[in-house]
């Protein structure tokens, strides 16, 4: 059984924090925001004190500022899809350009095979034509795959035989009669 929800701006009802270790905030800011904030600065600090240690005057700006621009910028709402925040359009993206998707079939009745999906070259299209000449883009070469065009698909066209009538009200009226007689008849 599928279920389907509707969600607009309208119903996004979304709690606030007001004050933080008694500083107050003023109007409030989204607490989904700054739990996505909490979480970025801690994988994004974690990995950095992990690979280069404690940040000097020079390299705090480099620990701090990009997971505080993501957040800002990510938890904007969308131009392009209203329902969604800035940072899950990119994720989605990000996603389609790194592994790919599957392609739904008959409303997700069958699965995809491997050979209907499309290959990353094709996903990239013009974007990767720049990267290539770049250094290092013979690796980025390799991983895009082969030059191929993307996969036909899984058949021919459906090709349909139907024939339209098409019925004026002249005919409408002598079909109606004649369901009229018939229910007559069958009364007497």
């Given at each position: 059984?599928?279920?389907?929800?509707?969600?607009?701006?309208?119903?996004?009802?979304?709690t606030r924090q007001h004050e933080l270790m008694g500083v107050d905030l003023g109007e409030g800011t989204p607490r989904r925001a700054l739990v996505l904030g909490?979480?970025?600065?801690?994988?994004?600090?974690?990995?950095?004190?992990?690979?280069?240690?404690?940040?000097?005057?020079?390299?705090?700006?480099?620990?701090?500022?990009?997971?505080?621009?993501?957040?800002?910028?990510?938890?904007q709402w969308s131009r392009k899809v209203d329902r969604r925040w800035n940072i899950t359009y990119w994720a989605i993206g990000a996603r389609y350009l790194i592994?790919?998707?599957?392609?739904?079939?008959?409303?997700?009745?069958?699965?995809?095979?491997?050979?209907?999906?499309?290959?990353?070259?094709?996903?990239?299209?013009?974007?990767?034509?720049?990267?290539?000449?770049?250094?290092?883009?013979?690796?980025?070469?390799?991983?895009?795959?082969?030059?191929?065009?993307?996969?036909?698909?899984?058949?021919?066209?459906?090709?349909?035989?139907?024939?339209?009538?098409?019925?004026?009200?002249?005919?409408?009226?002598?079909?109606?009669?004649?369901?009229?007689?018939?229910?007559?008849?069958?009364?007497?």
């Amino acid at each position: 059984m599928r279920v389907g929800h509707t969600y607009t701006r309208h119903f996004a009802l979304e709690t606030r924090q007001h004050e933080l270790m008694g500083v107050d905030l003023g109007e409030g800011t989204p607490r989904r925001a700054l739990v996505l904030g909490l979480v970025l600065y801690l994988v994004w600090t974690g990995s950095l004190l992990l690979l280069f240690g404690l940040p000097g005057r020079t390299t705090f700006t480099v620990y701090f500022l990009p997971p505080l621009i993501t957040v800002v910028y990510g938890t904007q709402w969308s131009r392009k899809v209203d329902r969604r925040w800035n940072i899950t359009y990119w994720a989605i993206g990000a996603r389609y350009l790194i592994l790919g998707h599957r392609p739904i079939i008959c409303g997700g009745r069958r699965a995809a095979t491997r050979s209907e999906w499309i290959n990353r070259r094709a996903r990239w299209g013009g974007k990767a034509e720049g990267l290539l000449h770049a250094p290092g883009g013979g690796a980025l070469e390799r991983w895009l795959g082969p030059d191929e065009e993307a996969p036909a698909g899984a058949g021919g066209p459906v090709r349909l035989a139907a024939r339209p009538r098409l019925y004026g009200p002249d005919a409408v009226v002598k079909a109606h009669g004649r369901k009229a007689l018939k229910r007559q008849e069958g009364k007497t």
